[in-house]
């Protein structure tokens, strides 16, 4: 008998091919999506550099190439508490996958009204789910996509463990206790925010109600195209390019396909962890065919396979596509230049053969931009999302007396 898997926000840009994978392999999926990312789009006045099928088309037309059904509820968690704990409870699944957040740092950061959604969106929606699979009492591995983000990205001197670090405290009687704790978290957004405290809610709900829990910190996603949405154009995956939801190695590609400089903010110094998106559905499906034992504490993966520092990332998208660079202001407050080292083994342990930044892959994802660019909305390139009131004069668009 198939294995039952939910996908929560399972028409986004990690959700759809994730969902893809698993009917692939075996696995009985339901969506469940309240469409707000296409509703962000029609908000922000842009668009998915490929033309992206309604869930409605994308669904039937992998029943068509497959022969295999997804099933598709349209239903928002962080506010519709009891349909989720409806359908929990109905259809029983073995794993329910958690992408039902609002996952954009610069949007978070626009303004009070993107704050308050993010915060409102993210967090209700974690603790439903969590509530949910309590009340219904079923035994459900939750697997949570977060983000490296939760570490903060400043130099530290030391390797980021995944999840939990190993401290020595003195006791009163000048003993020593040895404890395992979730690393100190450096948010640098309020998405990213919320992602530390969905940390805490899994640490309660796990010690709680025994509920098996893993968490994947996900690096900075690249790619847009897997197997299965490679089959035909009604599954293409999105493409986003704009400021807020673009990631940085689509961006430069999409923006070297429209002749438009690359974007690179403040030195480009930043040192940031890179997955290329079939690795993502890859981890996803390792991580449910791995969950945690009964009464284990919740598992934490550090879901990344490289790491890159943004000023040589666009140099090397600029030694295969000629483009332009040109430096902006960094509308984040962060370390101008940061180095980050973090363990990733536990992905490799269990097979995961790591997917690494080649000129063939960037070639396929250029082609896709080349492909798509009539579609780009040129004014929607640049990040208008400000981490700072006081960085409003000048920081949008200012060059910086740097030449590449």
């Excluded at 190439?65 to 699944?93: C, V, W």
């Excluded at 899994?202 to 996900?218: A, E, M, P, V, W």
């Excluded at 438009?260 to 403040?266: I, M, R």
Aim: proline letters at 4%.
């Amino acid at each position: 008998m198939a294995k039952k898997v939910i996908v929560l926000g399972g028409d986004g840009f990690c959700g759809w091919p994730t969902a893809l994978h698993l009917s692939r392999h075996g696995y009985e999926i339901v969506i469940v999506d309240n469409l707000s990312r296409r509703k962000i789009d029609v908000d922000l006045g842009t668009n998915s550099l490929t033309p992206i099928a309604s869930i409605e088309t994308r669904i039937a037309r992998w029943k068509k190439e497959t022969g295999k059904e997804i099933t598709f509820y349209n239903f928002d968690i962080a506010e519709e508490y009891h349909q989720l704990y409806s359908l929990i409870s109905s259809f029983q699944p073995d794993s329910i996958i958690h992408f039902a957040e609002q996952r954009a740092a610069p949007y978070s950061m626009r303004d009070a009204k993107c704050k308050r959604y993010t915060v409102n969106n993210n967090l209700r929606a974690t603790h439903n789910v969590l509530c949910a699979i309590a009340e219904s009492q079923l035994d459900v591995h939750l697997v949570h996509l977060g983000t490296m983000g939760v570490y903060g990205y400043e130099t530290t001197g030391i390797t980021i463990p995944e999840g939990y670090l190993p401290v020595k405290v003195a006791k009163d009687d000048g003993t020593f206790v040895d404890f395992d704790i979730l690393y100190p978290p450096g948010p640098g957004s309020v998405y990213h925010m919320t992602k530390t405290q969905d940390a805490l809610f899994f640490y309660f709900y796990n010690k709680n109600n025994g509920i098996r829990i893993t968490d994947l910190h996900q690096g900075n996603v690249w790619g847009t195209t897997t197997e299965e949405t490679r089959l035909h154009e009604e599954l293409i995956n999105r493409f986003d390019y704009d400021g807020d939801y673009g990631t940085v190695l689509n961006r430069f590609l999409m923006q070297s396909a429209v002749g438009h400089p690359l974007t690179v903010y403040g030195t480009g110094g930043q040192t940031r962890p890179f997955i290329h998106i079939q690795d993502t559905v890859k981890c996803l499906r390792i991580a449910i065919e791995n969950p945690p034992e009964h009464g284990e504490r919740v598992k934490i993966f550090n879901q990344t396979t490289e790491t890159y520092n943004v000023r040589n990332l666009a140099k090397k998208v600029s030694e295969l596509t000629n483009a332009k660079i040109m430096y902006f202001r960094n509308p984040r407050v962060e370390a101008a230049d940061n180095d980050f080292v973090v363990t990733r083994e536990q992905f490799r342990a269990l097979g995961l053969e790591p997917t690494t930044l080649s000129d063939g892959l960037l070639v396929e994802i250029a082609e896709t931009a080349e492909k798509y660019k009539e579609r780009c909305i040129m004014d929607k390139i640049i990040c208008t999302s400000l981490w700072s009131q006081d960085q409003e004069v000048d920081a949008v668009g200012s060059e910086l007396p740097v030449s590449a």
